[in-house]
């Protein structure tokens, strides 16, 4: 078992990644950035809680030109605010419907908007605004010198590139992963209801070392599945059953996100071949997947492979996706996305395809983009469908 990292980050990483965030700013003529949603505030602060389930409160951390961020949140997170290198928070009693922390950011961004400064907010895809968007019209005309510019691809830019101290978090809770899958056979058998297996797996990952398992999803059917996301049922694992479980497992608010397949027993020759497509089409992922490549490059490459069985490649959309602080992040291994890929993204290949009557499979490993290559993050799967 690998060394477990660290929890958190030292302050150096978090200067590195404002810094980083103000040249852009800079090339881009932004004068500040507005962020609002769980993933960036808590990236450029490393405020860290489960308290964002709750919809109630807003939260924003402001980036000025330079300097640190200023966080303007409600005061039941101050204190934890305050153990981060955010020196300046700004805080208000919440909820307050009639001021849910509007007088307090109208204060921080009116000198921007008397000498008509530009606002960077994320705007875009995967993108969510995360306050009323009542209180955001009023926050708009309180400010009417303030232009808006969308900030997507700035902080995208960013985030698609882990440091070594995320990659470390990310191969920790990868292993961790890779270990509860490899217990498959001691905690599924037949006869046993999908959602008992569902709470074994979950059960195996936290006595792994996994912080939470707020993902879990699969399916299982005679000859195979028909669909990856539903939650399960209480359906006895039966003989010729083909179940997948994938799951997004967390440690210190990291994401793996990854599937296995099995079959009860036995296994019939349509599922044993798309199983083989699918590990195929995965290890041709792999030779694509370096610096320099494309997202559609890795695409085509997996999808030549899967159209032996699938020609039409199913309506996925997608063939793998970026990971780190969300289960799926930017980019996409797909056709429409030519962003280009740099060493230290974090990726999962995710192959699928359909067949027989309506059924599914879904292959996926986790990986990170080193000068030679890909390096995987998961344990690989077996090269053939196992049996159990």
Known sequence: MSETPTRGFEEAEFQTRTRNAQRLMAAQGLDGLLLLSEAEVRYFSGFHTLFWQSPTRPWFLFIPPEGKPVAIIPEIGADLMRRTWIDDIRSWSAPAPEDDGLSLLTELLAPLAAKSATLGVMKGHETGLRMPLGDYERLMAALP???IADATGLVRQLRMVKSEAEIAKLAHICAI????????????RQGQPLEELFRAFRREALAQGADDVPYLVGGADQGGYHDVISPPSRRPLALGDIVMLDTGATWDGYFCDFDRNFAVGRADDQSRRAYDVLWRATEAGLAAARP???CRDLFRAMQAVIAEMDPGGGD??????????QLTEWPSLAAFDDTV???NMVLTLEPSLGYGDGRIMVHEENIVLRAGGAELLTSRAAPELPIF
């Open 292 to 294: 320099g490549a494309t």
């Open 145 to 147: 010198g303030l232009a």
């Open 341 to 343: 890929l740099r060493e």
């Open 177 to 188: 992963g890779s270990r509860s899958f490899a217990r498959l056979p001691e905690i599924a």
């Open 316 to 325: 996925v959309g997608r063939l793998g996706h970026g990971l780190g602080m």
